[in-house]
């Protein structure tokens, strides 16, 4: 596999593994809480989104394979634990990992079209992971929010 490509892969693991302390760590109300009312994020919504974001992007965009995607929907994700997340975190990574490894060196400056525009496969990697990167950070400034709450309901 490709050098960076095998850091990007254990960045990944280690954002998730964040991702699921939070999630963890709040349990089932304060993943599911929203701050602010109806138009935000809750927790467990925005670990969803990135997890399909990740396939969406490596899956269909990288390795041009057509997937079932509803955007619209994983920011309505609600749950009562966190088995699917689990179970989808791990077919997702793996599958990762497996179209990287698939990867050569004369292929990470490929382009492929995406929402009208032209991205290189090397592109699309780094994204994954400053998109990932990105929303553990909403995570944890949301975590940070709902203790804050929680102090106001004692």
Known sequence: MISHFATS???????HEEIFAILEEVGVEG?????GGENFNSLY???YHTICSQNWWITENLNQVKIERDRTAEFKAYAENLDQLYQMYESIQSETKRILETVGCNEIQHLREVKGRKVSVEWIVIHVVEHTALHLGHMQVTKQLWE???KGMD
């Open 31 to 35: 993943m599911n809480w929203k701050p």
């Open 9 to 15: 892969i254990i960045i990944l693991a280690a954002s």
């Open 45 to 47: 919504t925005t670990a």
């Open 148 to 150: 804050e709450h929680r």
